[in-house]
């Protein structure tokens, strides 16, 4: 895998980027000019590996475009997708979690573009720029709170269950209407779900073929649309 970002230079960013977005939306123009000016954009590849698990924490983003794959590396090297993060968000924020080293590897799940800047400068905007760092806390408090429901998801459901759960989550979060139902926005792989729902790509494949043929979904490559959301959502409960 090439993990070198393209480097053609991106247009001069306006400050409109910014301004809806939590982290700055309280911020006034002159404000968000400022954090633009210290920031380096860089546009990546599908695939491309932002920062890796374990290396120093330098820099922390912010996704403009596209969806990050969060990966973990289990002691016995085996890949697991902790979270999908769309764009609008933080990412590689090692400081809010009191760590200097990246806690996971980020890696494109489709064409991005994102910001970063030093992390020297994350005690300032913490400091300085209303609301920065009550959304970054939140979005924090959010991810966690996802991963404990995918751990207790883990322990009680049954692989069915679980990757329907994983489906719905990932339609609720980055899902695009479609003629036929609702498109997961962004590529996705059997193996990617096997990763997610802690089982097997021969079980997933199973299963999305199962569900393709009763109408549930439909699964092309690398490309997932839920066409019965309610359907599934009965198979979580079951």
Known sequence: MDDRPTRKALPRLDESLLTHLPPFSRLDRRQIRTILDQATSRRYEEGVAVFHEGAPAERFHLLLDGYIRVVRITPTGEQVTALHI??????????????????????TAAESIALSWPMRLWQAFVTEYDGFATETYRTVGNRVGE??????????????????????????????????????????????????????LHTVSRLLSAWEKDGLVRSRRKRVTVRDPHALVELTQA
């Open 147 to 200: 991963m404990n429901n995918r751990i207790v998801e883990m322990a009680t459901l049954r692989v069915e269950q679980r990757v329907a759960t994983a489906l719905l989550r990932l339609v609720n979060q980055t899902g695009r209407k479609v003629e036929d139902g609702i498109e997961i926005d962004f590529p996705i792989t059997r193996q990617d779900l096997s990763e997610m729902t802690g089982t097997t």
């Open 86 to 107: 769309p764009a609008g968000q933080l990412f590689g924020i090692a400081q809010a979690l009191g760590r200097n080293t990246y806690p996971a590897t980020a890696i």
